[in-house]
């Protein structure tokens, strides 16, 4: 049965492990040299992140066994007509280790960081879905947001 949670400090080695496995599966990426470097640097910002609850994140176990992680990053940005108070939040880490997937785990994970989101009282929630993970977000109802832009140094 799976069991879901608010993750704690307690899983700062837990988050970052599903991190880097993550960022490698979306990348395809088998062997990394720059693995360590990423877990080391994920490993500080959770720490950071939790400590300081600008981080929260949610996860699934099956009889203790990691099955799916969830995270929410809060910020704020200058207040606009579309979020007065300047909550904006920002979906990550939604990841279902691959012999946990199709079983609605990610969905219900979803609704618990969104919940939080809620609650906390955030008004904007952002994401980067990969193809995998779409589908959860349009039935959720969010929709491709056009005009942002990146530049990368």
Same mark, same amino acid.
């Given at each position: 049965m799976i069991e879901y949670r608010r993750a704690t400090t307690d899983d700062i080695s837990l988050l970052t492990r599903t991190r880097v496995d993550f960022l490698n599966e979306v990348n395809n990426i088998s062997t990394n040299t720059d693995s360590e470097e990423l877990f080391i640097n994920n490993k500080v910002y959770f720490e950071n992140a939790l400590n300081n609850n600008s981080f929260v994140a949610w996860i699934a176990l099956d009889n203790n066994e990691i099955a799916a992680t969830s995270g929410l990053t809060l910020y704020l940005l200058p207040p606009n007509r579309d979020y007065p108070d300047g909550k904006v939040g920002y979906i990550s880490n939604m990841y279902t280790l691959p012999n946990f997937r199709g079983q609605g785990i990610a969905s219900h994970l979803f609704s618990l960081i969104m919940n939080e989101a809620k609650s906390l !009282?955030?008004?904007?929630?952002?994401?980067? /879905?990969?193809? /995998? !993970?779409?589908?959860v977000y349009v039935k959720y109802g969010f929709i491709d947001a056009k005009g942002e832009m990146v530049y990368h140094f």
């Open positions: !009282g955030y008004k904007k929630v952002l994401l980067n /879905a990969t193809d /995998a !993970g779409r589908s």
